[in-house]
């Protein structure tokens, strides 16, 4: 790894001053760099984060919750801002993601549409000028995508329906009049949401062990 590239991993991080020096300077130990590659790899097998997603299913099965990991598949990305800083909205889908649906409006021809989608964010990243910017994950149904690909109005919609969704979830005000839709499918390195769904008729697991028996089996 040179120094070049180090630096360019380093842009994605969020460090202080110190803590970016400190890491700098381990990574001068070739000890150091050869475990923290060890540790990537490790990270980034599909079987390590198969393992680790199996352990927390079954952790929130025992919590009455049924949990689905929702890694999204890069659509596009919208650029605005909040008044302060640099926004991003990544279009993404998600197998996992109810379908779209609609109501016929009575007396029309026209539709109510239902857009389901998952939220993710914020989170801190940084744009092409190197300067502190926000990113949120909007994650549809790849039958919702689709649909946007094929009509212009259709992807407005779920366009504004992502703008509009992240305002209210995250109590932000967005600049609609100078949204950008940007040329790269993803902003920052995909990230998987829980999605937890309460299981019914679901029963809390009670204790019924007393002081005694403890003391007996010690």
């Known amino acids: 790894m040179t120094s070049k590239s180090f630096a360019d991993k380093l842009k994605d991080l969020d460090l202080t001053n110190d ?10 130990n070739e000890e150091f ?12 097998d599909p079987k390590n984060r198969e393992l680790y997603e199996q352990e927390i299913r079954a952790a929130e099965e025992q919590r009455g919750s049924d949990v689905t990991f929702i890694h999204p598949k890069p659509g596009h990305v919208l650029r605005t801002s909040n008044g302060k800083q640099k926004c991003f909205i990544n279009i993404a889908t998600n197998e996992h993601v109810e379908k779209p649906s609609y109501s016929k409006v009575n007396g029309s021809q026209g539709a ?17 000028n190197s300067k502190m910017c926000t990113v949120y994950d909007v994650i549809f149904s790849p039958d919702t995508y689709r649909m946007a690909e094929t009509n212009v109005k259709f992807m407005k919609m779920l366009e504004e329906s992502a703008v509009e969704s992240v305002e209210t979830n995250y109590h932000c005000k967005l600049d609609r009049n100078n949204l950008k839709r940007l040329k790269i499918n993803f902003k920052g390195v995909p990230k998987a949401t829980i999605l937890r769904k309460k299981k019914e ?13 403890l003391n007996e089996e010690t």
Do not use: M, V
Not at 33 to 44: M, W
Not at 112 to 128: K, M, Q, T, V
């Open 33 to 44: 760099r050869k475990l923290f590659i060890e540790y990537a790899e490790e990270l980034n």
């Open 112 to 128: 109510n549409w239902s857009l389901p989608h998952c939220l993710a964010g914020p989170h801190e990243d940084l744009d092409e």
């Open 201 to 213: 008729n679901h029963q809390e697991q009670i204790s019924t062990e007393t002081e005694k028996d």
């Open 19 to 28: 803590e970016l020096k400190r890491f700098s300077d381990a990574f001068k």
